[in-house]
């Protein structure tokens, strides 16, 4: 089995801070590190004891996280959060999933619909219809208890990671895409995507992804479309890294406003180490409007590092900081 990503960079720091790391054989993402002064933490992949249990846990429920955020009067979505019928007739709610239908129309289509407690950008779809709203539905609630609703809104997807009063890596991300060349068909255009990426040690692309499929029906393409040289064809909506999006490094360009915005949201919600996730238009100029999408307590950057050795100086810098706050915390 591969090192995991997070490990191969801990395996590094630990020697420049004169900490002990010692790895579950079996479980090769989870271990556990003794400081040069006796102090000991553990770790689960990207999940370390610099957030509390308690902050970290709500952070992970987009319903709950984003009850606080509106309270502490930041800009997210306008949403509400479905139940499959088990959970509803025991926390004795209506909301249903043709409730929740009937609050999507009420929105107006197109809507968001996500995983309440999933991440990776794992089904978060844009639906426009009916059809689209009950099949999306039915497929969150065969994995996981519930659902969000919630508004779209047009922009820029930006994710700002914050390790206490410090903005450490800004990035856009850009949903999953293929550009044409005049010859190859998107599926033969997405394969060698597909290499590029495994190259650079990040996840597979998910040919089967009924969102890829439904992205270019509503665009009147298919796999076997041969696209004009150089025509851009984007094959999803969510621009999560782990889905196959792109990264386009903004650390020395995010305006102050954006800084002291997600520093401030990192704070607000009890967390030391954050991805704050942000729609707007352009993260380099001064801020004048928003969507605070979510905040990730322990936010993955393997697909960050993989795009240059820059970017992974910048995850190597960040885990660095996080092993020296818990040092000496």
């Known amino acids: 089995m591969k090192t995991p990503f997070i490990v191969s960079i801990?395996?590094?720091i630990v020697e420049q801070i004169g900490a002990v790391l010692l790895i579950d054989p079996e479980c090769k993402f989870v271990g556990h590190i003794t400081f040069k002064t006796g102090k000991t933490t553990v770790f689960r992949s990207t999940q370390f004891n610099i957030n509390g249990f308690g902050a970290a846990e709500i952070a992970k429920d987009k319903g709950c996280s984003s009850f606080f955020l509106r309270h502490f009067g930041y800009r997210v979505p306008e949403g509400k959060t479905f139940f499959n019928d088990r959970l509803c007739q025991k926390i004795g709610t209506l909301r249903n999933m043709d409730d929740g239908f009937d609050y999507a129309k009420a929105l107006k289509f197109p809507v968001i619909v996500k995983p309440l407690n999933l991440s990776q950008g794992i089904l978060v779809t844009k639906v426009h219809n009916k059809r689209e709203y009950y099949q999306v539905a039915k497929k969150i609630l065969q994995i996981t208890s519930g659902f969000i609703v919630e508004r779209f809104h047009f922009g820029n997807d930006y994710r700002i990671v914050v390790l206490d009063d410090e903005v450490i890596i800004t990035y856009q991300r850009i949903p999953l895409f293929?550009?044409?060349d005049g010859k190859d068909s998107i599926w033969e255009l997405?394969?060698?995507k597909q290499v590029i990426l495994n190259?650079?040690?990040r996840r597979i692309i998910d040919f089967e992804d009924f969102r890829i499929q439904k992205k270019l029906k509503r665009?009147?393409?298919s796999f076997n479309s041969v696209l004009p040289k150089d025509t851009i064809v984007y094959l999803l909506d969510n621009a999560n890294l782990s889905s196959g999006g792109e990264a386009v490094d903004l650390t020395e360009k995010i305006h102050a406003d954006f800084q002291k915005l997600a520093i401030k949201i990192t704070k607000d919600m009890g967390l030391r180490l954050a991805g704050v996730d942000i729609i707007t238009s352009d993260i380099t100029q001064p801020m004048e409007d928003y969507?605070?999408?979510?905040v990730n307590g322990s936010p993955g950057l393997l697909n960050y590092a993989s795009f240059g050795e820059l970017q992974t100086k910048?995850?190597?810098n960040l885990y660095l900081?996080?092993?020296q706050a818990m040092e000496n915390y």
Do not use: D, T
């Not at 969507?291 to 979510?294: A, D, F, K, N, P």
């Open 190 to 192: 997405l394969q060698k």
């Open 178 to 180: 293929v550009v044409g």
């Open 199 to 201: 190259k650079a040690g």
């Open 10 to 12: 801990l395996q590094k």
């Open 219 to 221: 665009q009147k393409l």
């Open 314 to 316: 910048r995850v190597e």
């Open 321 to 323: 900081k996080v092993l």
């Open 291 to 294: 969507i605070l999408i979510e």
